[in-house]
């Protein structure tokens, strides 16, 4: 849903109750410290700022000291982080109070470690979707309408990263807040899909390689999760639903003025100081008490950020900082910021809305009607009564020769307009979230409802575990622990290139739950980090990650990224039941949605029966005034007989519902129980339906055919055979489509998995080919260095015996010992150089081959899963086909 997106503010045209309580607080103001970068380690940096307790940065060279709400050492947990000041966001978010949560720092301090983390210390974002779809299932006595947008502000310029259509979106104040024009809101379901949202959209992230940080953002991005809930149940009128945003924040980095930049580089540089420049000018001036005028209109992020900063919602900044002696101005800079921070003043109000326009309230009427309408409809289909208009046209009909043709046509148009009903009623049911402990014990209404909850099950597709997991690996710890300075630090530096800033990494872990191959570390020192890979289609495969160290290392490379042994976590890491897979169990969702067409089906045959009912009174009353004409004893007999092959259908169906049921006992779990005695309660009200209106008939016929029997059935037995054949012929191909379909179901999901692996690996291939270009070029550069220095050298040794050289000779003689050794060594290092290029180029090659073919695999995946799916799509047909056109 593309939409105007409001931020921090109440939709148009709701108005705050009454009742809304406002509390007074100040911003949450934390300082993260990391660890020393291996590269700050290698400079031999010295220790500038520290953490000294659990509430004041300390500086090591002067007396200055700051004091904050807390203060994190290097050691510290994202999760630790995240209990500690942002949950408290979160939870407040879920009751109706605006909240921001937002990393501040320079370039290379951790701030997207800390929002965004990787699949061994996830960050703040993806810990509060999956507390947010926790406390929903803590909820049962609410429902919950979630919708994400995610934006970044490039160069001063907002784009969508939801979709990449939305470039350049304006922004706009009014009345009720800030708005994004055109920004795309999307409802989310599970935390699997916010979370893949979050994946998709750093897809789209500007990210580049600064002096600092290989992976380095070049924008500022918002995620904003819009929540609304009301009571669950029958929804009152008068009841007030709860809205707010959380937005959470990655800020990219300032960047000292020292650096050296060029190009675009620089403008994004330039672009990204401003506008912290200006986040930095209102917060003073938001402190001040004096300040008149708060330049929120100096900066798009100052812009968007107006109504959290001016105190409306909670606002917990997390100051991220690095204790390196070379960054010590920026580590103070970053310090001051968050001191000033601490002063700003907010009001925490709890935003109710009584206006029926909430989105929530809106489907919840809409499901309300929708559900009405249906019940309206299904009760004309039974009594043969259709649609109200057909009531002065039915005499007309009846009395035409193909009454029964409209009629039944009439029936198929009513069926669709249920279907599509059903259909809508189906998504917006799906839409509203509520907790899997409440479905279970409610007992489900009349209408297939399946609704969307989720439970633990569900929960547990995160490919973590709440708690932290940290690394028992020593030989993994990169960032060295320096007084105290010890967190544990996850990765060498060969797969710096490969876990990509940003791309959730997290999410492609799903690979690793099956066909996995045992290959021990790239380092082979430590058999105990023995890892998990996929089972790659491709020889490459293995090869790509047994590079060494030394071969993947590069100047500005840092070491911070999680280790190939680690892509795919290992045993006890996270338990192999939180790798993703679908959402519900597939055997019980295909068993209820078996029992629903077979339900359907039922529905049909008893609303044709009624029909051929009345058409059968009808009849007999005619055949009542009209005495002995043939034409309406022959049609009476027609229709008398399809009543009967009706009635046999419907007592086959019954058998295969109940069947359905019986096998679905063994396998499924409480869900599918409450669904099935449902059926039965569902079955058990149509068939008195029936039994009602075939007793009106048979009455009506008794009394109409009164001293004039109606026609024997002499068809019976042979109807019975051919029924009774036709349904085992037709029970036999269901089940064959069904097993069809579970393979093609698992091949897909298998292909799935390994197109998108494929994906993640040509994308590391290409990094690391760009890492390589950089090198050969530098390697070029020197070679040409090189030669002309050796060139020069050798025309100085020939231009020694000209016939001006006598003198020049005896200088020469004196240091030609010397000389031949330079021009030795230069030689030597011409031909080292030679050979590291021609070694890299080989590797180039290599790498080109290996993109090549993923590539390759990638292309050829999708055309087998569009060709399955082109399959599993003429199987379908097939099967519909066959399967409605014998009941038609
Ligand atoms: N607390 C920490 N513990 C371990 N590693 C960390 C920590 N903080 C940052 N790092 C590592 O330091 C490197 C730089 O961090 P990150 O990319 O998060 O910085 P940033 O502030 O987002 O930089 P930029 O502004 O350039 O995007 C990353 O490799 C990250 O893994």
């Known amino acids: 849903m593309a939409s105007r997106h409001r931020r921090g503010a109440f939709p148009a045209g709701a108005k705050a109750a009454p009742e809304a309580e406002a509390a007074k607080e100040s911003v949450a103001v934390a300082v993260r410290f990391r660890p020393l970068s291996p590269r700050e380690v290698r400079r031999g940096e010295k220790i500038a700022w520290y953490a000294d307790g659990e509430t004041v940065a300390r500086s090591e060279q002067s007396n200055l000291a700051y004091a904050y709400d807390r203060v994190f050492g290097p050691t510290t947990t994202t999760r630790h982080i995240y209990d500690a000041v942002a949950q408290y966001v979160v939870n407040g978010a879920m009751k109706g109070i605006n909240g921001t949560i937002f990393a501040y720092g320079v370039t290379s301090s951790g701030k997207t470690h800390t929002m965004h983390g990787d699949q061994i210390s996830p960050g703040v974002i993806p810990l509060a979707?999956?507390?947010?779809?926790?406390?929903?299932?803590?909820?049962?006595?609410?429902?919950?309408?979630?919708?994400?947008?995610?934006?970044?502000?490039?160069?001063?310029?907002?784009?969508?990263l939801l979709n990449p259509a939305g470039q350049n979106l304006r922004i706009r104040e009014d009345l009720q807040g800030t708005i994004v024009e055109g920004i795309k809101e999307e409802a989310v379901l599970s935390p699997v899909h916010a979370l893949s949202l979050i994946a998709a959209g750093e897809e789209l992230r500007h990210v580049g390689s600064t002096n600092f940080n290989l992976l380095s953002s070049r924008s500022h991005t918002i995620f904003t999760l819009t929540i609304e809930s009301s009571p669950r149940g029958q929804s009152n009128e008068a009841e007030a639903v709860t809205l707010s945003q959380l937005n959470l924040i990655d800020l990219a980095g300032s960047e000292s003025s020292r650096v050296e930049t060029a190009g675009v580089h620089q403008k994004e540089g330039s672009y990204i100081n401003k506008s912290l420049l200006t986040l930095g000018k209102v917060i003073s001036k938001l402190t001040d008490e004096k300040a008149t005028h708060i330049p929120f209109r100096d900066s798009k992020l100052t812009r968007l950020l107006k109504s959290s900063l001016s105190g409306q919602g909670?606002?917990?900044?997390?100051?991220?900082?690095?204790?390196?002696?070379?960054?010590?101005?920026?580590?103070?800079?970053?310090?001051?910021?968050?001191?000033?921070?601490?002063?700003?003043?907010?009001?925490?109000?709890?935003?109710?809305?009584?206006?029926?326009?909430?989105?929530?309230?809106?489907?919840?009427?809409?499901?309300?009607?929708?559900?009405?309408?249906?019940?309206?409809?299904?009760?004309?289909?039974?009594?043969?009564?259709?649609?109200?208009?057909?009531?002065?046209?039915?005499?007309?009909?009846?009395?035409?020769?193909?009454?029964?043709?409209?009629?039944?046509?009439?029936?198929?148009?009513?069926?669709?307009?249920?279907?599509?009903?059903?259909?809508?009623?189906?998504?917006?049911?799906?839409?509203?979230?509520?907790?899997?402990?409440?479905?279970?014990?409610?007992?489900?209404?009349?209408?297939?409802?399946?609704?969307?909850?989720?439970?633990?099950?569900?929960?547990?597709?995160?490919?973590?575990?709440?708690?932290?997991?940290?690394?028992?690996?020593?030989?993994?710890?990169?960032?060295?622990?320096?007084?105290?300075?010890?967190?544990?630090?996850?990765?060498?530096?060969?797969?710096?290139?490969?876990?990509?800033?940003?791309?959730?990494?997290?999410?492609?872990?799903?690979?690793?739950?099956?066909?996995?191959?045992?290959?021990?570390?790239?380092?082979?020192?430590?058999?105990?980090?023995?890892?998990?890979?996929?089972?790659?289609?491709?020889?490459?495969?293995?090869?790509?990650?047994?590079?060494?160290?030394?071969?993947?290392?590069?100047?500005?490379?840092?070491?911070?990224?999680?280790?190939?042994?680690?892509?795919?976590?290992?045993?006890?890491?996270?338990?192999?039941?939180?790798?993703?897979?679908?959402?519900?169990?597939?055997?019980?969702?295909?068993?209820?949605?078996?029992?629903?067409?077979?339900?359907?089906?039922?529905?049909?045959?008893s609303g044709e029966v009624a029909l051929h009912q009345s058409v059968l009174?009808?009849?007999?009353?005619?055949?009542?005034?009209?005495?002995?004409?043939?034409?309406?004893?022959?049609?009476?007999?027609?229709?008398?007989?399809?009543?009967k092959l009706n009635k046999q259908k419907i007592a086959s169906l019954e058998r295969r519902i109940s069947n359905s049921m019986s096998d679905s006992r063994g396998m499924h779990d409480n869900l599918e129980l409450s669904l099935a005695s449902e059926c039965q309660e569902f079955l058990l009200s149509e068939r008195t339906t029936f039994q009602h209106n075939t007793g009106i008939v048979q009455e009506t016929g008794s009394q109409a055919h009164k001293g004039k029997p109606l026609p024997s059935d002499v068809s019976d037995e042979f109807l019975?055979?051919?029924?009774?054949?036709?349904?085992?012929?037709?029970?036999?191909?269901?089940?064959?489509?069904?097993?069809?379909?579970?393979?093609?179901?698992?091949?897909?999901?298998?292909?799935?998995?390994?197109?998108?692996?494929?994906?993640?690996?040509?994308?590391?291939?290409?990094?690391?080919?760009?890492?390589?270009?950089?090198?050969?070029?530098?390697?070029?550069?020197?070679?040409?260095?090189?030669?002309?220095?050796?060139?020069?050298?050798?025309?100085q040794r020939r231009g020694s015996h000209g016939p001006r050289g006598a003198r020049r000779e005896n200088h020469t003689k004196r240091y030609e010992p010397a000389r031949r050794g330079d021009m030795n060594a230069l030689e030597a290092m011409l031909k080292e150089k030679d050979q590291r290029q021609a070694e890299l180029h080989t590797k180039i090659e290599e790498s080109k081959q290996k993109e090549a073919f993923l590539e390759k695999e990638l292309a050829n995946m999708w055309t087998v899963l569009a060709n399955l799916k082109k399959t599993r799509g003429i199987d379908q047909e097939d099967f519909d086909s066959k399967y409605n056109g014998s009941w038609a």
């Open 720 to 795: 019975k055979k051919a029924s009774q054949a036709e349904i085992d012929e037709l029970k036999q191909r269901v089940s064959e489509l069904t097993e069809a379909k579970s393979q093609l179901d698992s091949c897909n999901h298998k292909l799935l998995e390994e197109s998108t692996y494929a994906k993640g690996l040509a994308s590391v291939t290409s990094v690391e080919l760009k890492a390589l270009s950089v090198k050969v070029t530098k390697l070029m550069k020197q070679n040409e260095r090189l030669s002309s220095e050796l060139a020069s050298g050798r025309n």
């Open 617 to 643: 009174k009808r009849l007999s009353e005619e055949a009542g005034k009209n005495a002995m004409n043939e034409q309406i004893e022959m049609e009476m007999k027609v229709v008398n007989d399809e009543v």
């Open 129 to 160: 979707v999956k507390d947010i779809f926790n406390i929903i299932q803590e909820t049962p006595n609410r429902e919950f309408l979630l919708r994400v947008s995610y934006l970044e502000i490039y160069n001063e310029v907002v784009n969508d």
């Open 314 to 605: 909670r606002v917990s900044l997390i100051c991220t900082v690095t204790p390196a002696s070379s960054n010590s101005e920026e580590t103070h800079n970053t310090l001051k910021f968050a001191h000033r921070a601490k002063h700003i003043e907010i009001q925490t109000t709890q935003n109710k809305i009584m206006d029926a326009r909430s989105l929530i309230k809106k489907y919840q009427n809409e499901i309300r009607q929708l559900k009405e309408e249906l019940e309206q409809l299904r009760r004309s289909i039974r009594t043969g009564t259709p649609i109200e208009d057909t009531m002065q046209k039915k005499h007309h009909l009846l009395e035409t020769k193909d009454c029964n043709v409209k009629l039944q046509s009439r029936l198929e148009q009513g069926e669709e307009a249920k279907a599509a009903l059903l259909e809508r009623i189906e998504h917006l049911t799906e839409l509203i979230l509520v907790s899997a402990k409440a479905s279970r014990t409610t007992k489900l209404s009349h209408c297939p409802r399946r609704r969307h909850s989720f439970g633990e099950e569900e929960l547990a597709y995160l490919p973590y575990e709440r708690q932290d997991i940290i690394l028992d690996n020593e030989s993994n710890m990169l960032f060295v622990p320096i007084e105290g300075f010890g967190e544990k630090f996850k990765s060498s530096p060969k797969e710096e290139t490969e876990n990509q800033k940003g791309h959730l990494n997290w999410l492609n872990l799903r690979k690793c739950d099956s066909g996995s191959t045992n290959l021990t570390s790239s380092d082979g020192e430590n058999p105990s980090s023995t890892k998990s890979l996929p089972a790659l289609s491709t020889p490459l495969g293995i090869g790509f990650f047994n590079v060494t160290s030394e071969q993947r290392m590069s100047d500005y490379m840092l070491a911070e990224n999680v280790p190939a042994n680690l892509l795919c976590v290992g045993h006890g890491e996270f338990p192999s039941d939180s790798l993703p897979v679908q959402e519900t169990p597939l055997v019980s969702r295909k068993t209820s949605d078996h029992v629903d067409i077979l339900r359907e089906q039922f529905n049909i045959l």
